[in-house]
């Protein structure tokens, strides 16, 4: 099992998953894929995060479906969008086409 972007902070984790396709919405099967990886952290040894959150990205967004059971699950989600938007007006370099 891969985790594509994990990020903590004191007691903390978020677990990304990222999806790069071009042409094709993520779907109900990713969405479903996030739940056991978040399960990861609390099977190691030691004391795992108080808090742990669970991130979907997908840079041409999502099917209906998909974005119905985020928000059941309270899972934020993003587009490519929703990332280029904040860097623009920072002077920062948006994220590529390809």
Not at 23 to 34: I, T, Y
Not at 51 to 76: H, N, Q, S, T
Request: glycine share 10%.
């Amino acid at each position: 099992m891969e985790i594509d972007v994990e990020a903590a902070a004191g007691r903390e984790m978020w677990i990304c998953e990222s999806k790069w396709w071009r042409g094709r919405k993520a779907g109900v099967k990713e969405v479903e894929s996030l739940p056991p990886k978040g399960d990861l952290p609390r099977r190691q040894k030691g004391p795992g995060p108080e808090i742990l959150r669970l991130w979907l990205f997908a840079r041409d967004g999502f099917a209906p479906e998909a974005e119905a059971r985020m928000r059941e699950a309270g899972v934020p989600q993003s587009d490519r969008q929703d990332l280029d938007e904040p860097l623009s007006p920072a002077g920062l370099k948006r994220l590529p086409e390809a």
